[in-house]
């Protein structure tokens, strides 16, 4: 079997580390960034850490804010004119996983104009040119998107997400900075850590996964762990982990792939809006129930990973129940919520089964499925 590992050319990592943008922009002779940001970065200046930078070193850019949480089809194809008549020659962007996924796609469209309709980028699309030059800097430590072939976009006519997978579309150059995350609130950061540790944990028990994406797995289950619930509390050595963390799972799943956890998020986010990260939390323990049959002789590695006392000495089937009580227990600690009661109504199971199954991250599960047994999760969890 030939495994594939994608990553960044150059990625910067720690306190400062956006301080290599404007060198690395100018060593390569570009003359004007399109930056990428959402309005809310925006308006708490956050996005202006980075642009305060371009215009001390009299960098000419233009910044793009028309980016929703679950960037849609027309945020792309307002982005994509908007290059066009920006006069820039690169992508600096600046945010979580929104504006990331957005500013891949725009660099994509803009080097292969033949997918200008968004939709045909859904699954691997035969792509011939890599995306604009593009610089990313996550705001959140939970997507990776910095790191990852992969990005989500929704369609509002069809009410559903679609991923796009496409080593075209990595950024050159990743800039992960714990400053940068520093303004996140309390319940994004939880979210957003919850996101991450579901990437490592799916992509630990992916039916896709390698001695490679292993490593890098369970060292960013080892690092979530202890760092997600001191970054909640804002602390900066909880930052800097989950920072370092939820690249380092960027950098298994996003080549070897996800589960059935992502593929049914991804219908709660565009249905209901509701925010990834928390979506991917309420469902990771069913998940992890439903695939124990398939991948439960994983799951002692992932609980020795989180630090759960004495699991060396459980046998299977109580090492797995007790990797499953610690990802619950983590979840609660940080506030996200047990269920989708409130959230998922019933007329919608059936539409939302047949999205999941039909979601790019549903092959690599390790147990095979059915759109009735994925109605059947999402009912346990009303």
Do not use: W
């Amino acid at each position: 079997m030939v495994n594939r590992i994608v990553l960044n050319t150059i990625s910067y990592h720690g306190k400062g580390a956006i301080k290599q943008i404007v060198p690395e922009l100018t060593a390569r002779g570009y003359h004007k960034a399109f930056v990428c940001s959402d309005s809310d970065l925006i308006q708490f200046g956050v996005t202006a850490k980075v642009t305060g930078l371009l215009e001390q070193a009299k960098f000419p850019y233009e910044v793009y804010s028309n980016i929703k949480p679950n960037p849609t089809i027309e945020n792309v194809q307002s982005g994509v004119a908007a290059f066009k008549t920006s006069g820039a020659d690169c992508i600096v962007a600046i945010g979580g996983g929104s504006a990331m996924d957005t500013a891949k796609a725009i660099g994509i469209i803009i080097n292969n104009p033949e997918f200008e309709d968004v939709r045909s980028l859904e699954g691997v699309a035969p792509t011939k040119k890599h995306a604009v030059f593009t610089i990313a800097v996550p705001t959140t430590a939970g997507t990776a998107a910095e790191v990852t072939i992969n990005y989500v976009i929704t369609d509002v006519e069809k009410k559903r997400k679609f991923v796009c997978v496409d080593t075209n579309d990595i950024p050159e150059i990743a800039v992960v900075d714990p400053d940068m995350m520093a303004s996140m609130p309390k319940s994004l950061t939880a979210a957003t850590g919850m996101d991450a540790l579901t990437h490592a944990i799916e992509g630990y028990i992916t039916k896709g996964a390698c001695p490679i994406s292993d490593m890098f797995h369970l060292e960013a289950i080892r690092l979530i762990a202890a760092s997600l619930r001191k970054a909640v509390a804002n602390t900066d050595e909880g930052r800097e982990g989950m920072a370092l963390g939820q690249y380092i799972a960027g950098m298994g799943f996003s080549n070897v792939g996800l589960g059935i956890v992502h593929s049914m998020a991804h219908g709660l986010s565009a249905l209901y809006d509701t925010p990834h990260g928390v979506a991917c939390a309420i469902i990771l323990p069913t998940g992890l129930e439903y695939n124990k049959s398939a991948a439960g002789a994983r799951y002692r590695a992932i609980g020795k990973a989180m630090g759960v006392a004495d699991i060396d000495a459980m046998s299977d089937e109580a090492a797995a129940d007790a990797t499953i009580a610690a990802v619950k227990q983590l979840s609660a600690d940080v506030g996200i919520p047990a269920s989708l009661q409130g959230i998922l109504k019933e007329e919608d199971v059936h539409f939302l089964s047949e999205s999941a199954f039909a979601d790019a991250c549903r092959p690599g599960n390790p147990r095979d499925t059915s759109v009735e047994e994925i109605a059947a999760l999402y009912r346990g969890l009303m």
